[in-house]
């Protein structure tokens, strides 16, 4: 069973940046669609980032322009780099992996990924 780490969370006044790292047990490859999801507190997990097989991205509206998704081909270590955070963006942030097709776009979906890690804590204060 492949595990997911993820970490980089903290706290961070709004404005800031942050890098998420997620390190998979196994080798990965191309061989799986990665994301990035977030879960407030009393709210649903939503999709943030996505990376596909062949590397193209998704991007939830809400994050387009702040935020990258981007994957370290030799260290096999997905990155979710963060910037200009917002206070509402304080949220659990997990990894996921999920089986998808090549050369189509990756899904942001939460049912659509298999494989999650435990989560890193991001605060954002205003």
């Known amino acids: 069973q492949v595990q997911l780490v993820e970490s980089g969370g903290g706290s961070v006044q709004a404005g800031g940046s942050l890098k998420l790292s997620c390190v998979a047990s196994?080798?990965?490859?191309?061989?799986?669609?990665m994301g990035w999801f977030r879960q407030a507190p009393g709210k649903e997990r939503e999709g943030v980032a996505a990376r596909g097989r062949d590397g193209r991205t998704t991007y939830a509206d809400s994050v387009t322009g702040r935020f990258t998704i981007s994957k370290d081909s030799a260290s096999n270590i997905l990155y979710l780099h963060m910037n200009s955070l917002k206070p509402e963006e304080t949220a659990m942030y997990y990894c996921a992996a999920a089986s998808c097709r090549y050369g189509v776009s990756p899904p942001l979906r939460v049912a659509d990924y298999a494989i999650w890690g435990q989560g890193t804590q991001v605060t954002v204060s205003s």
């Open positions: 196994v080798s990965l490859g191309n061989s799986v669609c």
